[in-house]
Structures are given as structure tokens and as C-alpha cells.
């Protein structure tokens, strides 16, 4: 067994199909390689780093992959990483050190490439692991916003949506109104905006091409000075827009969210729900949050810290001194 790291610029097209072979049995997966490759090379940096595990015969059974991205912490620019893509084939599992000897290999990888810290989103079977043999500490979890929305007055069709307008115009007008006393509300209870002492992702034109590549997926909504960033699914028969990002004249607060949802909830094709992923400490967030033994997951936000010194560490572990959303990582 052998393991070895590389940037996803230097993996040739035979281990991509290699890569992508083993990933699709790990999780009955129906991507394809290229789709795959397009992934990492459409990542935050245009690459990300790869850990990989060869048999005696060359042929990789193990992957794990660090996405790097840059944060503003303090007014400064910091790197870390996003760990995700991870398996070891079935039959190689019996060592169950395996993934922690690729794991670490590839963290001091990164780390001579000035990676400061990794964050990690497990799912439940990985949880314990990575908790317990990576060490990797507990941040917050990403909690689940619902905003009900107007778009299943059209469910029937279009007569039956025609009859319902007066009332999807009262939902919304209603809605919005709610929406503006609770702008009102957050800008007297919080005056100051302290996201600029915070982790936030380091995001621009540059990042949105590579982030949004995928039109198929993602639907981009610009009206003058607002914009907004949906991912359109259907979730058990509900059509449900997933909000990667919001901002109004170049603001990504409560009065960004109001003008994206109100901007939803008149629009003709309006989702039926609206759901974010991630941490928003507005202090009306208890409204919209779905209680936590109704979210249909569990999403831990980890942290392995590297050689951070005690302060930072302190600090990273704070969910306030953080913004984190869909946009950072998708984990729906």
C-alpha cells in the first residue's frame, strides 16, 4: 500500500476514472469522471488537494480531498481547507488506521502550502471517527431556516392558480410586512455590524464563475441592486429553493434576506419553500429556524486546528466570530 498527494491539476485522466470508479461504489454515485475532475477544477482556487491510496498493483482504492479557500479573519486573509470526497474501498478497510495515515498525509501536505486550519462536515457514520481518531473539534452545528413560501398556490395549475392570486398577493404582502418590522427590530437591537471581525469567505466575480459553474443547478437572480443565488430541488414533492447567497448593494444582512424573499414570494414562479443551511445569529433567526428534532440531518461544522496556537483556537471555536452558509459548503 502506498499513498501519495497531489493538486487535482496533476492527476492524469486515468486516475480520475480510477477515482471516480471507487467513489461511485462507496456511495452508489452515478457521476461520471469528468463531472468529477469538473468538480475540483471549478473548486474555490480552481484545484484542490488530493490524498490517495494505491494498492500493490497501483490501482487507487482510498481518496480524500482538502478544498483550499481564503477567509477574512480580522481584516486579514487566511487559508484553510475543506475536507470532503472521503473512501477507502470496502475490501481495505480492515486497517482501520488506513484513512487516518491519508488523512495525515495529505494535513501535513497542505500545511507546507500554507493551509492554517481544516474544517470538516461529517456525516453520521463519520461523525464518532472523526471526532474520536482525527480529533477534530465540535464548532456549531449548521442548522435549518424554513421561510414557507407562495408557490403552492399553483400546485392545482394555472386556473386553480388564477383563482388563488388574491390570496398568494396577501401571503406575501402580509409576509413582507412581518419581514420590514423585523428589519426594523434587528437594526435597533443590533446597530453595529461586527461580520467584519469575522471568518467570512473571501468571495468576488472570480469565485462566483468557479462556485456557480453549473447553471443546471444553479439559478443566479440580479434586479438592479439586489442579486441572489438559488439551488432549485425537489424535496418530497415540495419544489424547495435552497439559498446559496443574498446581497443588497453589496450587503449580505437581514435587509438583503427581506428584499431576496420578498423578491420570491411575488415572483410568478415562486418556490413553495425556502430553506437555508448554516448559522445566522439575527436575533430574530428562532422564528425561522426548524426545531432541531425536525431537521432532516445533522450537519456538525468541525474543525482540526493544526498547530493554531491556544488563542485562535479560542476563537475559531466561538460560532459567533463565524458566517457560515451553503455557499462555504454545500451539504445538502
Not at 23 to 43: E, G, M, T, V
Not at 294 to 300: I, L, T
Request: with cysteine; hydrophobic share 40%.
Amino acid at each position: 500500500m502506498n499513498i501519495i498527494c497531489k493538486t487535482s491539476l496533476e492527476i492524469s485522466d486515468q486516475e480520475w476514472i480510477e477515482i471516480t470508479e471507487s467513489f461511485i461504489a462507496n456511495f452508489s454515485n452515478d457521476s461520471n469522471w469528468q463531472n468529477f475532475k469538473r468538480y475540483f477544477l471549478h473548486s474555490y482556487l480552481g484545484y484542490a488537494y488530493h490524498s490517495l491510496v494505491l494498492n500493490d498493483q497501483g490501482r487507487i482504492v482510498g481518496h480524500t480531498a482538502f478544498i483550499p479557500k481564503y477567509y477574512y479573519w480580522n481584516g486579514e486573509r487566511v487559508l484553510m481547507a475543506q475536507s470532503g470526497s472521503t473512501f477507502i474501498n470496502k475490501e481495505y478497510r480492515t486497517d482501520l488506521l488506513l484513512y487516518r495515515k491519508l488523512y495525515d498525509q495529505l494535513k501535513k501536505y497542505v500545511a507546507e502550502r500554507g493551509v492554517q486550519f481544516i474544517l470538516i462536515v461529517p456525516n453520521k457514520a463519520a461523525y464518532i471517527y472523526t471526532e474520536r481518531i482525527l480529533k477534530a473539534k465540535n464548532i456549531f452545528p449548521l442548522d435549518f431556516y424554513i421561510v414557507p413560501s407562495t408557490g403552492f398556490y399553483s400546485r392545482a395549475g394555472s386556473f386553480f392558480g388564477m383563482i388563488f392570486w388574491p390570496i398568494k398577493m396577501l401571503h406575501a404582502i402580509v409576509f413582507v410586512l412581518i419581514l420590514q418590522l423585523l428589519k426594523y427590530w434587528n437594526d435597533f437591537a443590533q446597530p453595529i455590524d461586527s461580520l467584519s471581525n469575522r471568518l467570512q469567505l473571501i468571495r468576488g466575480s472570480d469565485f462566483e464563475k468557479l462556485r456557480y459553474y453549473n447553471e443546471r443547478d444553479y439559478v443566479q437572480i440580479h434586479k438592479k441592486e439586489l442579486k441572489y443565488i438559488l439551488n432549485i430541488k425537489i424535496e418530497k414533492g415540495l419544489r424547495t429553493a435552497y439559498l446559496m447567497h443574498f446581497e443588497y448593494k453589496g450587503r449580505q444582512d437581514f435587509n438583503a434576506f427581506k428584499k431576496a424573499i420578498s423578491d420570491m414570494l411575488f415572483s410568478k414562479n415562486s418556490p413553495e419553500l425556502i430553506v437555508l443551511i448554516g448559522y445566522y445569529d439575527w436575533l430574530l433567526g428562532s422564528i425561522f429556524k426548524l426545531p432541531a428534532k425536525y431537521q432532516p440531518q445533522n450537519f456538525p461544522l468541525m474543525i482540526d486546528t493544526m498547530n493554531l496556537p491556544q488563542e485562535k483556537i479560542e476563537l475559531l471555536l466561538n460560532r459567533k466570530n463565524w458566517k457560515f452558509s451553503l455557499e462555504n459548503f454545500d451539504v445538502r
